[in-house]
């Protein structure tokens, strides 16, 4: 893997979702903020923590349900896990899917960072089966692009609490930081 153009991809990422924050009529942002809005905060990126993972599908997909930041109880399917280490720590995340046809994973995690330097609530990663999985069927687990649910920027949104079965201990320093006004 070139690693200089995955660090470009991530960077150019980065600046069209801070230009869509502040410019597009969808963004989660207040209009108060975004006069002042100066871009999102990130760690650097670190090929550290992108991995390359079978997924271990549940052969029973068990329905589970997540309250949201509104107090509502969402359905998601339970879908598989990823098995992963971060320095000398073995790290499982469960994955989700809201529908069964669904091709997308939803990755919800919170790690030692939670609540400090990331999104108290937790932060997502959503997975593509056509651009996160590799031609041998790996997945492309990148917590570079772990990103802050709508919730984090305004009351407006309610977004699904993480699973403790999907808090990590150990701190993910990589994707989205805490949001404040610039």
């Given at each position: 893997?070139d ?14 979702k ?51 930041t ?35 994973l ?14 108290g ?12 999985k ?18 984090a ?30």
């Amino acid at each position: 893997m070139d690693i200089a153009k995955w660090i470009d991809d991530i960077k150019f990422e980065r600046e069209e979702k801070d230009g869509f924050f502040k410019m597009h009529p969808q963004s989660p942002l207040p209009n108060e903020d975004r006069r002042k809005f100066r871009g999102l905060n990130y760690y650097p990126p670190d090929f550290d923590y992108r991995f390359e993972l079978k997924l271990r599908e549940h052969e029973q997909k068990k329905i589970v349900e997540i309250e949201d930041t509104q107090g509502n109880l969402r359905k998601f399917y339970r879908w598989g896990e990823f098995e992963f280490k971060i320095g000398d720590h073995n790290c499982k995340l469960q994955a989700y899917k809201s529908s069964p046809h669904e091709t997308r994973l939803f990755v919800p995690f919170r790690d030692a960072t939670s609540g400090k330097e990331t999104y108290g609530a937790g932060r997502y990663l959503d997975l593509d089966s056509g651009d996160h999985k590799t031609p041998h069927g790996y997945w492309i687990l990148d917590f570079n692009r772990a990103y802050n649910p709508w919730c984090a920027y305004s009351d407006r949104y309610a977004c699904p609490f993480v699973d403790p079965e999907n808090w990590l201990k150990v701190a993910i320093r990589a994707g989205e930081k805490n949001y404040s006004v610039n």
